[in-house]
């Protein structure tokens, strides 16, 4: 046993993303991708109540990127898992069209840039509540763009957005985490990411004998 361990602590895990990385991440845009599309739905049940209320609601179109980083932690799962489920929503006939790849991509790359900058070491509440904000500045940012706020007052404009950022950071962020921790609890992950010297702890602890 002793050996065994010695011999595969000794390799260092690839930290390129392997076919199962991509898969997994492709699987996780799959379903957010169907989520994406019916989300719309429950999305607009908020526009009615105040103005732009339906803005809370924002950060579930930021989740793949962050539920996809939290399964496999490696870079550019967070970019490919947005884009591919932009790529589900357009499959299902979303009128947005080829704009909503570029919405996907550059809110994937909001919220890689946060993981990118811990070196795809850290998974921390705070990490990706800033990772979902991210992703929500990033899709202000092509809002910008393509003038989506040019009738905007100062004040409505800070409103929208501010409300956006939180839920990127709330449902992108820590709900996700939350759904991650449960995946964990679950034993899925560990499919998923090779064993640390902690797991290897954990067998020679005589508790768990």
């Keep these: 046993m002793e050996t065994m361990r010695q011999g595969m602590m000794g390799a260092q895990p690839r930290k390129g993303l392997r076919l199962s990385d991509i ?3 492709v699987l996780v845009s799959l379903v957010l991708g169907v989520v994406y599309h ?11 109540l ?3 209320a339906d803005e809370l609601l924002y950060g579930m179109w930021f989740a793949a990127a962050t539920l996809a980083y939290l399964l496999i932690r490696k870079p550019g799962v967070a970019i490919i898992a947005e884009v591919a489920a932009a790529h589900v929503e357009v499959l299902f006939g979303s009128g947005w069209g080829l ?3 570029m919405y996907g991509l550059i809110q994937g790359l909001g919220a890689e840039l946060v993981f990118a900058a811990t070196r795809y070491r ?3 509440a705070l990490t990706v509540a800033l990772a979902g904000a ?4 990033g899709s202000m940012l092509l809002d910008f763009f393509y003038s989506y706020t040019d009738d905007l007052q100062t004040w409505m404009f800070l409103a929208k ?3 956006r950022i939180f839920s990127g950071a709330v449902i992108a962020g820590l709900l996700m985490l939350v759904l991650a921790k449960a995946l964990e609890r679950t034993g899925v992950t560990s499919l998923l990411r090779p064993a640390s010297q902690k797991d290897y702890e954990a067998l020679d602890d005589s508790r768990h004998v």
């Design 23 to 25: 898969l997994v991440t």
């Design 38 to 48: 019916f989300w719309g739905s429950v999305y607009n049940l908020l526009k009615p």
């Design 50 to 52: 105040f103005f732009e």
């Design 99 to 101: 704009t909503l790849l």
């Design 122 to 124: 850290s998974s921390s």
């Design 134 to 137: 991210a992703a929500a500045v």
């Design 161 to 163: 957005y501010g409300m």
